[in-house]
């Protein structure tokens, strides 16, 4: 297992959910924690709890799809430690609706925030990785990279597509001694379905004949959230890949995460896809 004390680790979407919670954890490790995000209220609070306990975190506010402040992340970075360690790209949101409702410039939105930004990012770290000889890149994907559902396929699709890239970067970065991985987490308790609901607002207030669909998805969430996992969960599974001295390419959380992927490449699409809408269909008959 590897040592991460005194490694530099940035970390997108620090303020909240899994992001803060790897946070915490690899600065108990003794690892010197980059907080990236949005929200400086929460970055600084973050940092000083850190410290509190005996870490360090360095806040940089930024938002991930404005180049300037990916380049700033990474200047400041280097300027305040010298090097980067690993990259984990956690940032991202849902975007929820219909494909037939869904604005076409919310789509790319998704993909800009969810998938671009990422590539950006990951582009500015690979020089330096690769002069180092040495690095990691952490993906935060998610189960819905290979498993769409429906009301869900704009954000799928920008997890299909980290899938590839995280694949690919693998390939493309192992002779330079960086490791690429990518983590599959489940239905996790976070801001992720209130924000996703919010920006659904419009579609779901003019839904037509998907009305009957947001209904039952919020049933079928509230349900859901007896089996879903805590972002410490996966926040655990982001440290066991970066210890690991030879990590797995992908890493899937919590149980019900690992069975639906089982699931989804044992059986076919058909009996899948109907176990899969199986919750929908029952709410609407009761």
């Given amino acids: ?30 690892a010197k924690v980059v907080l990236a995000a949005r929200r400086q209220e929460r970055l600084e609070a973050l940092t000083r709890e850190i410290a509190s306990a005996g870490g360090f975190a360095l806040p940089v506010v930024t938002d991930v799809t404005s180049e300037a402040d990916r380049r700033r992340l990474i200047e400041e970075t280097v300027s305040y430690f010298g090097r980067i360690d690993a990259l984990i790209n956690n940032a991202g949101y849902g975007q929820r609706g ?29 020089p330096l990785m690769r002069q180092q000889r040495s690095g990691r890149i952490i993906n935060v994907g998610s189960v819905a990279g290979r498993i769409a559902r ?64 947001f209904s039952n998805l919020s049933r079928g969430y509230e349900r859901i959230k007896k089996i879903a996992g805590q972002p410490d969960d996966i926040a655990r599974l982001i440290v066991e890949a970066l210890k690991a001295d030879h990590p797995r390419a992908r890493y899937a959380a919590p149980l019900h995460a690992q069975i639906a992927l089982l699931l989804k490449r044992l059986l076919p699409d058909r009996v899948f896809d109907s176990l899969l809408n199986r919750q929908l269909t029952a709410t609407q008959k009761s």
């Fill in 98 to 126: 219909p494909i037939e409702l869904v604005p076409v410039e919310a789509i790319r939105q998704n993909f800009e925030t969810n998938l671009f930004s990422l590539i950006a990012l990951t582009q500015l770290v690979i």
């Fill in 1 to 30: 297992m590897r040592e991460l004390r005194g490694q530099v680790i940035i970390v997108t979407g620090a303020s909240a959910g899994i992001g803060e919670a790897t946070a915490r954890r690899l600065a108990g490790q003794g």
């Fill in 150 to 213: 429906p009301m869900s396929s704009v954000y799928d699709a920008t997890k299909h597509a980290l899938e590839a890239i995280s694949d690919g970067l693998r390939g493309e970065l192992a002779p330079f001694g960086i490791q690429v991985v990518l983590i599959q987490p489940g239905f996790i308790l976070t801001e992720f379905v209130q924000v996703a609901n919010e920006l659904a607002k419009p579609m779901s207030e003019q839904a037509g004949p998907y009305a009957p669909f």
